[in-house]
């Protein structure tokens, strides 16, 4: 039952008193809000993505049983391909916790598909970047053979039980045809449960996020979700105006960590401004706020002026800055904005968890080493893991020199291309 008054909603006695205006008829006539709103958490994995931040396995462990027991519905554990240890806290939540639904993201292939589903996932958010970049690098330029491949994982995911969320990263600079090739055929002939638009740049005004989440929902019947970032400052503003554009689904994480939507902000949001319940026990908030920046070490984001915002550790983003090494920026002005322009520093490739062979080509080439070959690659690339994981943080310059030196003596041979 919802605890809002019919006669005054904005009041609820002993907890807040908002806004009257929140709930005009003239404000909420185009609105088409869910019933109840359920929360996807990404602290375990987007959240570690933040430079530097690392979350042991029993760190990830103790994070997810106080999301469960907060009643966050769904838990995205990790990214079983980041690492083995990733991979074992996946696993062990999946065996552990059986109050929440347990996820991992995965790239569109098969063996980071096989990997999750071998550590006991019931859901898994299938990322698709909806960018022609993408198209060219992962499916030789054709939407077709993204969308065939698309539909052949998910498959496969619901053959071993696994329910897929399809994740469109960047959606929110895609063209929309792009999105309407991809959403349409996928949500038809797939076996997948819902789409996720995501704001990967946190570039979009609320209003134009309402207007996606609308574009998108006269693509398909699927339930909607969104995961929005905090680039520009509304992150939870983006995702409460796609709430109320009908989305049943809000991806959130802990103190906003690494710029996702933040939990408390869009639980309360949703509850206080909007009406609708997220059933989050909101008495807990304080208390996992805590455990989460005392896990991290990571302040709260600010954006444009915070610290760290130039630092770029995930393998992903690598790939791209090797591509347009030779350019001002490496590219990196249309991926994230610029933040010389507000003074800032220039972008910065740095070496931990989440780093990926591209990163190791990048780093090299940037400090005039010569680029190993995918052997090498691989190994340095291994231990880098392994020193981060286990100490908690990033691997210097000079470590990487010293690696460097030794296994490419070791490993000769072509470079990675």
Known sequence: MSQHSSS?????????????YNFEPEVRQDWSLPAQVRIHDVTLRDGEQWPGVVLQKAEKLRIAHALADLGVQRIEGGMPAV??????????????????????????????????????????????????????????????????????LTEFAAENG???????????????ALLASLVGPISSQGEIVSIGIVDTRGCALPQAMAWLVKAIRSMTDLPIEVHAHHDFGMATATTLAAVAAGVEVMHTAVNGLNGNAALDECVMGAEALLGVETGVRLAGLTAISELVRDASGADWYKPFVGPGLNLQEVGTVALPMWLYRDQMGHGQADIFPNYQVVGGKPVELVLGKMSGKYSIAFKSWELGLTIPSDEATTEILTQIKSISQREKRLVTEEEFRSMHETVTAEMPGPPLT
């Open 83 to 152: 690492s083995e240890e990733d991979a074992d806290a996946v696993r062990a939540m999946s065996r552990e916790i059986h109050t929440a639904e347990i996820s991992a993201l995965v790239r569109p292939f098969q063996t980071d598909l096989e990997l999750a589903a071998s550590c006991g996932v019931k859901h898994v958010v299938l990322e698709v970047l909806a960018m022609p970049l993408a198209m060219q690098l992962f499916f030789g330029g054709s939407v077709e053979k993204c969308v065939e491949e698309c539909i052949a």
């Open 8 to 20: 005054s909603p904005w009041v609820v006695p002993g907890k807040w008193s908002v806004s009257r």
């Open 162 to 176: 696994i329910k897929t969320t399809l994740f469109l990263s960047d959606a929110t600079r895609a063209e929309l």
